[in-house]
């Protein structure tokens, strides 16, 4: 049975960072392409960052310069590494990992960020 666990959430201060990590398990599939994806209180979801299957990155401008996202294809992981982390960066985060098994949705993880 395919999963698709995400982890890393929590509660920190402003300035400081935490690693969103994504992980499917019980595929004989490679990852392919990984995306993350925020959606605060009251508002829509909006894309944080992707990496496509060719290595192509793209971020949001609000976390530009702040985030990075990356890929163990090996072990089929996805990870979104936030630094210096600021109030508005407070949501629920999503990662969407791409692969022999389809498109999946992890579950959502709350970051919060205190001022």
């Known amino acids: 049975q395919v999963q698709l666990v995400e982890s890393g959430g929590g509660l920190v201060p402003a300035g400081g960072s935490l690693r969103l990590s994504c992980a499917v398990s019980g595929s004989t599939f490679r990852l392919n392409a990984a995306g993350w994806y925020r959606q605060a209180p009251g508002k829509q979801r909006e894309m944080v960052a992707v990496?496509?299957?060719?290595?192509?990155?793209n971020y949001a401008d609000s976390v530009k310069g702040r985030f990075t996202v990356s890929r163990d294809n090996a072990k089929n992981t996805a990870f979104l590494e936030m630094n210096s982390l600021k109030p508005e960066d407070t949501a629920v985060y999503y990662c969407n990992l791409k692969g022999g098994w389809g498109t999946l949705w992890g579950q959502g993880t709350q970051v919060t960020v205190s001022s």
């Open positions: 990496l496509s299957s060719g290595g192509n990155r």
